[in-house]
């Protein structure tokens, strides 16, 4: 989880866990209990896709890696995907007072545009919720990169 140990700090004690699954729904499981202030604060720790972090090359190792397998090599976009992306973070980040969320992993560069264009029609509560799910879908891969499960 982006910047935000209290998840695995409060599932710590629960050790050890049967199976992946069972210490992804425990994180999961935290998450959803957390309130909407912490679930926000959450969200807002997760950086802009193509943003200012991954075109200073400061991205951490494992974002870094997740938007480099969805196309999202700012070396390889063009001036004018850039551009894109910068006008759709600003748009949703407007509109929403957080981050785009996506599990990079699961997309390309034309079903995460796809994704952004739907997505800032939503309600922010439906917009919260689904940042959360696309989180939980990125601590699945991020526990699998570092367990064998």
Known sequence: FEQSPWIVADV???RPFPSCTSLHDALVA?????G?????ALI????DLVGRAALAGT???ESTGEQLAAGLDPGRLTPDD?????????????????PFVICAREHTKETILAAFAARVANDRAT???????EIGNICWYRLND????
């Not at 917009?127 to 799910?133: C, G, H, S």
């Open 12 to 14: 710590a004690q629960a």
């Open 30 to 34: 935290v998450i959803e209990r957390a």
């Open 36 to 40: 909407t202030e912490r679930q926000v």
């Open 44 to 47: 807002r720790a997760h950086p």
């Open 59 to 61: 991205l951490t190792r």
């Open 82 to 98: 850039i551009m894109r992306f910068q006008e759709l973070n600003a748009a949703y980040q407007s509109r929403f007072g957080f």
């Open 127 to 133: 917009e919260i919720a689904t940042a959360l799910t």
């Open 146 to 149: 570092v367990v064998q499960c």
